[in-house]
């Protein structure tokens, strides 16, 4: 037998609203040190990769600078042979002239001097002037044959490309020991999601993350080459 229409219709307005808001999805426990975890994580990984593009670009600015410095070296060489070729000539031709006026021939002494070159001409002036010393013409501060100069100058820029290069290798070796300390990071990081106590995970997380600082202090000040 059916109950009446009226008895069913109570009944339904009498039942309990079901509840269709959905219950707030809880996190679970530690989820706040597996994000910091991902972050230590993360950023490690962009430095860690920085430092290795800036040492590879130290690397390579010292590969140059040491190919100019061994270019400068072999510059350097060829001007001392320019400027020891010269110097041999002069003492050829200053070897007859010391003759012709040991042997009295006025005559040859003056052929010979026209024929000094310009730079020796210089010094012969010079040395004439301060009444012939005995250390002859190529003592004198003014006899300056070609390339000596430029010998001088190509040594000197051989010897600071050098110092560069020496200066660049050690900014790459120093990034690259900065990797380690960046690896540092990662392995306290790493190691702190495999502990089984949350004390523990804590603590080997602010490690990392001590690290993590001390080296990113440290990278701010290294030079940049881009």
């Known amino acids: 037998m059916q109950p009446p229409a009226e008895e069913t219709d109570t009944s339904a307005a009498e ?28 950023i490690t990984a962009v ?4 430092c290795g593009f800036q040492s590879s670009q130290w690397s390579g600015e010292m590969s140059i600078a040491f190919t100019e410095a061994s270019n400068a070296r072999i510059e350097a060489a060829r001007q001392a042979g320019v400027a020891n070729s010269a110097r041999q000539a002069d003492l ?15 005559g040859l002494a003056r052929y010979v001097e026209q024929r000094f070159t310009d730079h020796f ?9 301060q009444g012939e010393p005995t250390d002859g013409p190529f003592k004198m501060k003014e006899y300056v044959p070609p390339g000596t100069t430029e010998s001088a100058a190509a040594d000197q820029r051989a010897d600071s490309r050098f110092a560069d290069a020496l200066v660049f ?10 990797t380690v300390l960046f690896a540092l990071v990662l392995f306290f990081a790493a190691a702190s999601t495999r502990l089984g106590n949350t004390r523990a995970q804590w603590i080997m997380l602010g490690v990392a993350i001590i690290f993590l600082i ?12 881009i």
């Not at 430095?47 to 920085?50: D, Q, R, S």
């Not at 050829?92 to 006025?106: D, E, P, S």
């Not at 001409?121 to 002037?129: D, L, P």
């Not at 290798?169 to 900065?178: E, K, P, V």
């Open 169 to 178: 290798n050690q900014r790459g070796d120093n990034y690259t020991i900065l």
């Open 15 to 42: 039942a309990p609203e079901t509840n269709t808001e959905e219950a707030p999805d809880e996190r679970p426990p530690g989820h706040v040190r597996e994000t910091v975890v991902l972050i230590v994580l993360s």
């Open 214 to 225: 001390t080296a990113t202090v440290i990278l701010a000040t290294f030079p940049i080459d």
């Open 92 to 106: 050829t031709i200053w070897g007859v002239y010391l003759q012709a006026r040991a042997q009295g021939n006025t």
């Open 121 to 129: 001409r210089v010094a012969y002036r010079a040395w004439i002037a």
């Open 47 to 50: 430095l860690t990769a920085w």
